[in-house]
C-alpha cells in the first residue's frame, strides 16, 4: 500500500487564513450545500491552543463535511485529516455541537457540550497512600 505524501513542518505549521466546516449541513447555516466560503461556517483561531472552533446548532440528522482551507476547495481535510481525503459523517442527535480543527494534524472533529475541555474548572487533588499503588493519575473534581 502506498501512501500520498504529506508535508511536514518543524516546529508549528503556518495557519490558514481561514477555516470552514463545509458539507451538505451548510444548508442549516443558511448558506448552500458545500459552500468553502459560507461564513456561519468560518471558524475561529483561538491562539491559547491553535485550534480552530465552531459551534452551531443543528437539528437531528446525518451529516457528512469537511475543512476547507483559505475559503476554497485548493486546500481540503477529510477523515482522517487526509489531503482531499473522504466526507467525514456526523450521526448528529440534535443540538449544538462544536468543531475543532487541528491544524499541526489537519483533523475535523465533532463534540458536544459535555465533551468539552474546560467547560468547567477542574481542580486535581491526590493524597499520598501507601496502601494504594501510586499510578501518578489525578483524580479530578468538580469544585462546588
Known amino acids: 500500500m502506498v501512501s500520498e505524501p504529506r508535508t511536514v513542518f518543524v516546529g508549528e505549521a503556518p495557519q490558514p487564513d481561514s477555516v470552514a466546516v463545509a458539507g451538505n449541513l451548510n444548508l442549516q447555516m443558511d448558506c448552500d450545500e458545500w459552500d468553502p466560503a459560507c461564513p456561519q461556517a468560518m471558524m475561529t483561531l483561538d491562539p491559547a491552543d491553535n485550534i480552530w472552533r465552531l459551534t452551531v446548532d443543528l437539528p437531528a440528522g446525518q451529516y457528512e463535511y469537511k475543512a476547507a482551507l483559505n475559503g476554497n476547495w485548493e486546500v481540503n481535510y477529510g477523515a482522517g485529516g ?52 501510586q499510578t501518578g493519575i489525578l483524580p479530578a473534581t468538580r469544585p462546588s
Open 82 to 133: 487526509v489531503l482531499n481525503g473522504s466526507n467525514i459523517v456526523l450521526d448528529h442527535p440534535g443540538g449544538a455541537v462544536t468543531f475543532r480543527y487541528d491544524n499541526s494534524t489537519h483533523i475535523l472533529s465533532a463534540g458536544y457540550a459535555s465533551q468539552q475541555p474546560g467547560r468547567w474548572p477542574l481542580r486535581a487533588a491526590w493524597t499520598p497512600n501507601s496502601a494504594a499503588p
